[in-house]
């Protein structure tokens, strides 16, 4: 089954909010741009909205789609939705008591992510 993830690259001045998946979560022990599973029905700029809201506590004004992904973990086939958060109310933090950091992005590349994050923080790199 595929699940549908929404996943937002919060943006300020030249850093992005990263955080940290707790060991005990599928990919976990890496780090992550925060987001989560889209519900049944729920379109993943919703999804986006309300996990931005439950993991980091802030409530996104503008955003815009980067790139769709999708990956076959083996254990797991995810297709995810990487928006860039231009725009948020509220300043972000690990409300589920992850670690979180602010980081440039070429300091992204210091940073081990899931293996379908690679190719998002290449063009990120890139689009620089
Ligand atoms: N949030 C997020 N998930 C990612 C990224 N890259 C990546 O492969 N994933 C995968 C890991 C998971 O299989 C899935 C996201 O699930 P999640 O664990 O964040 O979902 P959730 O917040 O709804 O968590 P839960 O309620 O199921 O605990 O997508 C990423 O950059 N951000
Ligand atoms: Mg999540």
Redesign the pocket.
């Known amino acids: 089954m595929l699940?549908k993830?929404a996943?937002g690259i919060i943006l300020r001045d030249d850093k992005v909010f990263i955080s940290l998946?707790k060991s005990n979560?599928?990919?976990g022990g890496l780090w992550?741009?925060?987001?989560?599973?889209c519900e049944p029905s729920e379109s993943a700029s919703s999804a986006l909205l309300r996990?931005l809201k439950?993991?980091c506590d802030i409530f996104v004004t503008d955003y815009v789609l980067f790139k769709k992904i999708s990956?076959d973990?083996g254990d797991?086939q995810?297709e995810?939705s990487?928006y860039k958060v231009t725009e948020f109310q509220g300043d972000p933090i690990g409300k589920e008591g992850q670690e979180v950091r602010w980081v440039t992005i070429s300091d992204l590349l210091s940073y081990e992510?899931?293996?379908?994050?690679k190719m998002?923080v290449t063009e990120l790199m890139n689009t620089q």
């Open positions: 699940i993830v996943a998946r979560q599928h990919q992550e741009f925060p987001g989560g599973k996990e439950e993991e990956h973990y797991k995810v995810l990487f992510f899931p293996e379908a994050n998002i």
